[in-house]
């Protein structure tokens, strides 16, 4: 059956690749990004595509921003994906404020004031799916990943709060770890910490990167898209509070 998904971050990179997908299945997709152009453009070639899909400017770290979107959206979301995402790598001791601060309001204070605005329809309906995109550092740390550690960590303690607020309701949140994906936002990883440790960028993927992961291997974008659609589905009604990692054996060790 179609849904109604809204998926932030939506105009490029994973939001990008699983709004494609969940649109060729058939369902109707909201993209939001923080740049209008780019998520009016993406929801725009869903369209070419034959799928269906609106495209709006959306800042998550903006709670009346978010307050004022959901009032002038004509129609329930069966489906929030939480997926925005963005990141700063610095020593704590050269970590700014402010900078440390917006990546709590965009990765943990977003997706929860996302997820409240949508709730209160879900209900009406008793359906509801809310999947975060987190990371395996909602699992494990890394150096100077501080903020962005802290709130994928936080992440999952908000889904468990909501799975018990919600075990009531056919309503389920659950919170996706993958390992590294190669998309733009970890190419700008990867130049930033062979620029910072005087590696090649094929040093700071192997010596850093997949270091700690058995398989050696970046996470596929199908693979994302594989279990948020699982997740989706009407028998997956019980799992709920789970953080499921995409990891290769990461968090085996």
């Not at 152009?37 to 921003?65: F, P, R, W």
């Not at 100077?144 to 919600?166: C, D, P, Q, R």
Request: with cysteine; proline share 3%.
């Amino acid at each position: 059956m179609s849904k109604t998904i809204l998926i932030t971050g939506a105009a490029s990179g994973i939001g990008l690749y699983i709004a494609q997908q969940l649109a060729a299945a058939g369902h109707h997709i909201i993209v939001t990004d923080l740049n209008a152009a780019h998520a009016k453009e993406a929801a725009e070639d869903i369209v070419i595509n034959g799928g269906k899909a609106q495209g709006y400017a959306l800042n998550v770290a903006d709670s009346e921003a978010i307050t004022v979107f959901f009032k002038q959206l004509p129609q329930a979301v069966d489906v929030l994906i939480n997926n925005a995402g963005i990141q700063h790598v610095a020593k704590l001791e050269e970590f700014p404020a402010d900078k440390w601060q917006f990546l709590q309001q965009v990765m943990l204070v977003g997706p929860a004031m996302m997820t409240q605005a949508v709730l209160p329809k879900m209900r009406e309906q008793n359906f509801g799916r809310i999947i975060n995109i987190g990371s395996i550092h909602a699992m494990v740390a890394s150096k100077y990943k501080s903020a962005y550690v802290a709130a994928k960590h936080g992440l999952i303690g908000f889904s468990k709060t909501i799975a018990l607020e919600t075990g009531d309701a056919n309503i389920t949140i659950n919170t996706v770890c993958p390992a590294y994906v190669k998309t733009p936002l970890v190419e700008q990883q990867i130049a930033a910490q062979a620029k910072e440790h005087g590696l090649s960028e094929q040093q700071v993927i192997d010596t850093i990167m997949l270091a700690p992961m058995p398989k050696k291997a970046f996470i596929g974008l199908d693979e994302i898209h594989h279990t948020v659609t699982f997740l989706m589905a009407d028998a997956a009604r019980n799992i709920t509070a789970q953080a499921i990692a995409i990891d290769g054996g990461w968090t085996a060790q």
